[in-house]
């Protein structure tokens, strides 16, 4: 056994460090408050989204798994996991989640050649970036059940339908989508994955106010929307099995413990700095405990983490998928709780909007109102405990 | 022992509940919290109409003498039911503060003048060091000619941008004993060096902080007693810490009964989402953190009304409470998965209460801390 990186690793972190710590510092105060919200609640949020997200491609670290034939570097999931986490700690953006993250996993094992050669270029590069047309007002965690419907019509598909809470639809440029193209099936069996252009017109996209009032989330609408039937993933209403081939992404959740690493660093300066009543709240027994708790909880997350990753090195990300779910709820709901102790801490000015006298930029004032939607985006916890329960207890369904 | 209601008390609740539900829909709410007075003063000035802001007060200062459980039942409601008015603020915060505090003069003229809705008024208590005990009063009042001089800043002053007048605490003396040299000033919210800046928060509740320049207050606006005023606070915000707990209540309750209705409405795998046990497990929990909630609340309103000493009942009851309408509205959300994060679904209007609520008269850990003295540690 041996937990500790190879020197190569350890140069690559350091040469991660390096380039989040100089270009963090361009980066408008909207990145203070992290999330999802930082990069698609402003326009300058997003613009220094696309100029990370071009630096991140020259640099090759956006495709840095990828098999080197479409210009990746055949890096380990544990290379991915060093590079998130320090990424996660320093709150960079310029990963596009959906692409990156979920498309090109896709298209990796599941697009025939020629798709490959179209789209995975403009992904790796950063220049293209991607929304999840997933959800739908009544097919939630029940995804399976969704209505939204693609009738072939000679070269093309004819999407008719809705989505809904798609991040960031405002900004992308393409749509990842599950229609419904076998309309006697109800269920999984008449799905189909397509990509599309969100410039086809017969889009509409509407937008959703988060709880704090930030424009993150919308409601997609298709109207007679025409996507080219080259377009579609895998075959036709095998939608289904393509979306679970592409859970062979990196799924370790390490982003999550390395950001939460930073702000306790932040708030242990601040208790430091900070009196009330005389004292400073550093003294303060109940806060040395709650702080000391994250931290020992933010370490056990990094373990389970890496452990994870291990595994997807080994062996693909099935053998890991109850290990993913768990650390996805363990993860968010960590999050979770260092906001909650965060805004003890701060006590009243947990309440102030980003103003002058808002602690960290209005930080847990957000986050607060945004913590929960972590705990539901992706697959609820109680999808993900179930998920834990049936296949890594083997409970019956 | 009864437990109950009397009729007037049920006929009050059910008139409330029907007038808050009918004026003050939830997109009103949101739209009027967006506002930049932060209240409606059509629907403030027929809660006046109603009687309301005489409910606090005996009929020699002009209220309705009635008992203090009615003013209980008045904030359960008009937590069950959000309404961004100025009723805390002017009512239980100052109104109480001035009937515990004021002379006889001063309860004649300032209580009749709220309970007949003429003036709206604020209670500015905490300051930007973000304590609640008296080691946490700074703002100065220095004695010059006939009067004093306030300088300073006071913090997190609800109302301050919409009131007439304000009672400022500030300390006259300085003394070992944070408590001692205390005094409380009325104060024109509008007098010359006074500066009001709305504070932007997640409550969008009229959060403001005001700052003091040399303003310059007669003697005779000494709220009674000078240097006295940290036990005249301690006294009034029993009272006004129930008042909100009640409120609190009501939101909570209102939190798991639409929760509970959007389990039984919410169908996903072809079944109500209310089927699933574990959402089954967090509705009975909130249910018993709200029954817990009220239990408590009932008791020790009544205690305070009665005027016996529980002051660590008192404590009990605003940190359990807190918790409870932190947990109840945090649970909420879940239930309600994605469309509870927004901002046009009702739960996350009460979540958003439920934390600055918390913050109103004390935080868990104030109250915990108090708890502990309380209990001998
Ligand atoms: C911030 C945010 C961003 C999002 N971004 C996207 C996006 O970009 N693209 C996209 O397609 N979607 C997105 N979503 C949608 C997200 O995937 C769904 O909200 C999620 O799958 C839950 O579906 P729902 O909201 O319909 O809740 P429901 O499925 O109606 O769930 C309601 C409640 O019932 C529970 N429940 C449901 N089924 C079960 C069960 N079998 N057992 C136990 N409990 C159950 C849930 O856990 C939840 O508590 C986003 C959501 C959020 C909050």
């Not at chain 2, 003050?24 to 967006?34: A, H, N, S, T, W």
């Not at chain 2, 008015?85 to 004021?102: A, C, D, K, N, R």
């Not at chain 2, 004093?148 to 800043?153: A, E, L, M, S």
């Not at chain 2, 007693?225 to 209102?254: F, L, N, P």
Request: with cysteine.
């Amino acid at each position: 056994m041996d937990f500790s990186f190879t020197p190569e690793q350890e140069k690559l972190k350091k040469e991660f460090e390096e380039f989040f710590i100089t270009e963090m510092k361009k980066a408008p105060p909207t990145y203070e408050t992290g999330g999802l919200e930082a990069m698609f609640g402003s326009d300058v949020g997003w613009e220094f989204h696309l100029y990370m997200a071009r630096e991140l491609g020259k640099k090759g670290w956006l495709a840095m798994a990828w098999p080197e034939k479409y210009g990746g570097k055949d890096a380990s999931v544990i290379d991915q996991v060093i590079f998130s986490e320090v990424r996660g700690y320093y709150g960079g953006p310029g990963v596009d989640i959906f692409g990156i993250g979920i498309v090109a996993p896709t298209l990796l094992v599941a697009a025939s050649e020629k798709q490959r050669e179209k789209f995975l270029p403009p992904i790796a590069k950063g220049e293209l970036m991607y929304c999840q047309g997933w959800s739908e007002p009544n097919a939630g965690s029940d995804l399976a059940s969704l209505s939204t419907t693609a009738v072939k019509d000679e070269d093309d598909y004819i999407i008719n339908g809705q989505k809904i809470w798609t991040s960031g639809a405002h900004r992308a440029d393409w749509m990842f989508i599950l229609v419904r193209t076998n309309l006697e099936e109800k269920r999984s069996k008449g799905l189909t994955y397509l990509l599309l252009d969100m410039k086809a017109p017969g889009i509409t996209v509407r937008p959703i106010e988060a709880m704090d009032g930030l424009h993150m989330f919308n409601e997609v609408f298709f109207d007679d929307v025409r996507v080219p039937i080259a377009n579609r993933i895998g075959e036709e209403n095998k939608g289904w099995e393509v979306t679970r081939q592409s859970m062979n992404f990196e799924r370790s959740s390490i982003g999550i413990f390395s950001e939460n690493q930073k702000t306790i660093e932040d708030l242990v300066r601040f208790v430091k700095e900070t009196k009330r009543d005389g004292k400073p709240l550093a003294e303060n027994q109940v806060i040395r405990n709650k702080l000391a708790e994250l931290a020992a909880e933010t370490e056990v997350g990094r373990a389970m983490a890496y452990n994870i990753a291990w595994m997807q090195e080994k062996g693909g990300l099935f053998l890991a998928a109850s290990a993913a779910s768990a650390a996805k709820v363990f993860g968010t709901e960590l999050a979770q709780r260092l906001v909650y102790v965060g805004a003890d801490i701060l006590g009243q000015y947990s309440q102030v909007k980003e103003s002058k006298w808002a602690p960290f930029h209005g930080k847990f004032e957000t986050n607060y109102q945004n913590c929960m939607g972590l705990n539901i985006a992706g697959g609820t916890s109680e999808i993900q405990r179930n998920l834990v329960a049936w296949i890594g207890l083997g409970l019956p369904r | 022992m009864n437990l109950d209601f009397n009729e007037d008390q049920e006929i009050l609740r059910s008139s409330a509940k029907n007038f808050l539900e009918k004026e003050c829909p939830k997109d009103l709410v949101r739209e009027i919290e967006e506002s930049k007075e932060g209240y409606s003063p059509e629907i403030w000035n027929k809660m006046i109409e109603l009687g309301w802001t005489g409910i606090a007060f005996p009929e020699d200062y002009g209220g309705y003498g009635g008992d203090f459980m009615n003013l209980i039942v008045l904030m359960e409601e008009m937590g069950r039911n959000i309404i961004p008015s100025p009723f805390f603020s002017t009512v239980v915060l100052s109104g109480l503060t001035i009937l515990e505090g004021g002379t006889e003069e001063q309860k004649k003229e300032y209580l009749e003048k709220i309970a007949v809705g003429e003036i709206i008024m604020s209670l500015a208590l905490y300051e930007p060091n973000g304590s609640y005990n008296a080691s946490g009063i700074t703002v100065s009042a220095t004695p010059k000619d006939d009067g004093y001089v306030i300088n300073g800043t006071k913090m997190f002053v609800n109302d301050a941008n919409i009131a007439d007048y304000l009672l400022v605490v500030a300390r006259t003396e300085d003394s070992d004993n944070p408590e001692e040299g205390v005094t409380i000033f009325l104060v024109e919210a509008k007098a010359s060096g006074i500066t009001c800046n709305k504070v932007p928060t997640m409550g969008l509740d009229n959060s403001c902080e005001v700052i003091f320049d040399n303003v310059s207050i007669p003697k005779a606006n000494i709220l009674g007693e000078a240097g006295k005023a940290w036990e005249v606070i301690q006294k009034s915000s029993e009272k006004a810490i129930m008042a909100k707990c009640a409120e609190m209540v009501g939101g909570a309750q209102a939190s798991l009964d639409m929760t509970n209705a959007y389990a039984k409405e919410r169908v996903q795998y072809k079944q109500p989402i209310g089927k699933f046990q574990v959402i089954q497990h967090y509705l009975a929990d909130m249910m018993i953190k709200v029954g817990t909630s009220r239990n408590i609340l009932y008791e020790v309103s009544w205690m305070v009304g009665q005027n016996i000493p529980c002051a660590m009942k008192v404590s009990a009851a605003k940190s359990w409470i807190n918790e409870a309408y932190k947990f109840i509205t945090e649970r909420g959300v879940q239930i309600h998965g994605g469309i509870g994060t927004t901002r046009e679904c009702d739960i996350g209007l009460y979540y958003r209460r439920a934390k600055t609520a918390e913050l109103i008269l004390g935080d868990t850990g104030h109250h915990l801390e108090n708890i502990a003295q309380e209990i001998g540690l």
